[in-house]
């Protein structure tokens, strides 16, 4: 008999919520953080239908809605024009909350739940999957344990060494880019975002809640090399749309690369990949997160209708969630290529696309696919 039914590593909001929904029916589980502490990074802001619905299964969407922002819609803009003006419906919301709150909420809903906390301080070193149990080596703060389980989630995180370590092979998806963001004070950020298309490359402006906006540079454009300073970054959003904002200091901007892969199974005998361990999807069009947490709900499905101790049949669970990823990738290569600096020429006809994707007829469906609608 294993220590544990489920045994999951990483506590990022994609194990945590896989961890609630297994521990609201009763499963077994146990979750190994490495760190100590809470993740203090903001990355994750957007929640979209599918990643509110699973917060719903999950017990915590109130907790969340009381939280965040409701966003009312967005603007595209290019040259000092308006392409297009999307408003998003009540069934399909945009909610706007930085991950580290909702990594809060996510821990003190595990708390609440029968079966403890996170063991946090536990970086998991080796698996071993012996055909009816995994068997799962971590250091900790005192002696290395070792514990077995029916199975076993790795969701550690896009840089995922045990990934590696179990030779799934970690395939480059199209897609790739440099850019910035600071999060500054704005007492007028309002409740709409705004996306410059920009020939120098993208600008987004995105308000967050307690009056706050999130703004996003494209960084591999002319008259950027080098290290992205507050000055430069200030400087790069104004001359590309006329907006200066004001950044205090400490609110100095964070550079990301982007880039899109994709593990060519998310499943290895008793042991699966979840979250950004399984597919590194873009920010540009904020999936990431949401799409983790719809794997979850479907792996969590999936778990609760197989006997306890049995291992689920997983190959549909696996070929639907790459097929998710696949597509989710698709789409955030073109809203990086909505972004990419371009000369004047190709300007124009990116803008008339934008134009047609935003225009009565198309409104509709561009906005489903903004909110991650079909994955
Ligand atoms: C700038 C930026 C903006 C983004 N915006 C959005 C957005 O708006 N919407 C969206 O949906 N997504 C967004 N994302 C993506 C989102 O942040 C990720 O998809 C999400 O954090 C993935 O969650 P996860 O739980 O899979 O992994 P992570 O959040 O990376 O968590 C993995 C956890 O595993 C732990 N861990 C690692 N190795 C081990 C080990 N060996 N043993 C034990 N624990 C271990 C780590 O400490 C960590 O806590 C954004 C990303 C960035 C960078």
């Given at each position: 008999?294993?220590?544990?039914?489920?045994?999951?590593?990483?506590?990022?909001?994609?194990?945590?919520?896989?961890?609630?929904?297994?521990?609201?029916?009763?499963?077994?589980?146990?979750?190994?953080?490495?760190?100590?502490?809470?993740?203090?990074?903001?990355?994750?802001?957007?929640?979209?239908?599918?990643?509110?619905?699973?917060?719903?299964?999950?017990?915590?969407?109130?907790?969340?809605?009381?939280?965040?922002?409701?966003?009312?819609?967005?603007?595209?803009?290019?040259?000092?024009?308006?392409?297009?003006?999307?408003?998003?419906?009540?069934?399909?919301?945009?909610?706007?909350?930085?991950?580290?709150?909702?990594?809060?909420?996510?821990?003190?809903?595990?708390?609440?739940?029968?079966?403890?906390?996170?063991?946090?301080?536990?970086?998991?070193?080796?698996?071993?999957?012996?055909?009816?149990?995994?068997?799962?080596?971590?250091?900790?703060?005192?002696?290395?344990?070792?514990?077995?389980?029916?199975?076993?989630?790795?969701?550690?995180?896009?840089?995922?060494?045990?990934?590696?370590?179990?030779?799934?092979?970690?395939?480059?998806?199209?897609?790739?880019?440099?850019?910035?963001?600071?999060?500054?004070?704005?007492?007028?950020?309002?409740?709409?975002?705004?996306?410059?298309?920009?020939?120098?490359?993208?600008?987004?402006?995105?308000?967050?809640?307690?009056?706050?906006?999130?703004?996003?540079?494209?960084?591999?454009?002319?008259?950027?090399?080098?290290?992205?300073?507050?000055?430069?970054?200030?400087?790069?959003?104004?001359?590309?749309?006329?907006?200066?904002?004001?950044?205090?200091?400490?609110?100095?901007?964070?550079?990301?690369?982007?880039?899109?892969?994709?593990?060519?199974?998310?499943?290895?005998?008793?042991?699966?990949?979840?979250?950004?361990?399984?597919?590194?999807?873009?920010p540009i069009g904020g999936?990431?997160?949401?799409?983790?947490?719809?794997?979850?709900?479907?792996?969590?499905?999936?778990?609760?209708?197989?006997?306890?101790?049995?291992?689920?049949?997983?190959?549909?669970?696996?070929?639907?969630?790459?097929?998710?990823?696949?597509?989710?990738?698709?789409?955030?290569?073109?809203?990086?290529?909505?972004?990419?600096?371009?000369?004047?020429?190709?300007?124009?006809?990116?803008e008339s696309l934008i134009?047609?994707?935003?225009?009565?007829?198309?409104?509709?469906?561009?906005?489903?696919?903004?909110?991650?609608?079909?994955?």
């Amino acid at each position: 008999m294993p220590d544990h039914d489920v045994l999951i590593v990483g506590a990022g909001p994609v194990g945590m919520l896989l961890a609630c929904l297994l521990r609201q029916d009763g499963v077994n589980v146990a979750i190994l953080e490495r760190r100590v502490d809470a993740d203090a990074r903001t990355r994750a802001i957007g929640i979209h239908r599918p990643g509110l619905d699973a917060l719903d299964a999950a017990g915590l969407g109130q907790a969340v809605r009381a939280e965040a922002l409701v966003l009312d819609g967005g603007d595209v803009v290019s040259r000092g024009r308006t392409l297009a003006s999307l408003t998003f419906s009540e069934d399909r919301p945009v909610l706007v909350l930085p991950q580290h709150r909702t990594d809060a909420l996510l821990r003190r809903r595990l708390e609440e739940l029968p079966g403890g906390g996170i063991l946090e301080g536990r970086t998991v070193t080796g698996l071993r999957d012996a055909g009816d149990e995994v068997t799962v080596v971590a250091d900790g703060p005192e002696a290395p344990t070792r514990q077995t389980a029916g199975m076993v989630v790795v969701a550690d995180g896009v840089h995922s060494p045990l990934r590696a370590s179990l030779g799934i092979r970690w395939r480059r998806r199209p897609g790739s880019g440099a850019y910035a963001m600071a999060d500054i004070d704005d007492a007028e950020a309002g409740r709409r975002a705004t996306l410059f298309c920009e020939p120098g490359g993208l600008v987004e402006s995105f308000p967050l809640p307690g009056g706050r906006r999130r703004w996003v540079v494209r960084t591999d454009a002319p008259g950027m090399d080098g290290t992205v300073t507050a000055d430069r970054f200030r400087h790069a959003i104004e001359t590309r749309t006329g907006v200066r904002p004001r950044l205090a200091p400490g609110e100095d901007p964070t550079s990301f690369t982007v880039a899109q892969h994709a593990a060519r199974s998310f499943v290895r005998g008793r042991i699966v990949l979840l979250g950004d361990a399984a597919h590194e999807t873009s920010p540009i069009g904020g999936q990431g997160m949401n799409l983790g947490w719809l794997d979850a709900v479907r792996l969590a499905a999936e778990i609760l209708s197989t006997r306890p101790g049995r291992m689920p049949e997983l190959a549909g669970w696996d070929r639907r969630a790459r097929r998710s990823a696949g597509a989710a990738q698709r789409r955030s290569l073109f809203y990086m290529a909505m972004g990419a600096p371009v000369p004047p020429a190709a300007a124009r006809a990116r803008e008339s696309l934008i134009r047609t994707l935003g225009a009565r007829p198309l409104r509709r469906a561009t906005a489903g696919l903004i909110t991650m609608r079909g994955l």
